[in-house]
């Protein structure tokens, strides 16, 4: 059986169609592009960092 685990939750940033969060374990500034519009008003989705492999549910504040 798989265990489940919590994923620690980070704040992403919006910058055109890249949500960018930074892994607190590492401190390397990740990204994850979108290319499909409805996907990026998403409020959360599941980040990996690309230096230490961290699972992190990314947190992206809502448009106004």
Known sequence: MMKNSIKPSVTGTRSG???????PECHHENAIVINM????????RD????????????LTPGQN
């Open 17 to 23: 169609y890249v949500i960018r969060f930074t892994c």
């Open 47 to 58: 980040g990996t960092c690309g230096k230490c492999r961290k699972h992190f549910n990314v």
């Open 37 to 44: 519009p409805k996907s990026y008003y998403k409020e959360s």
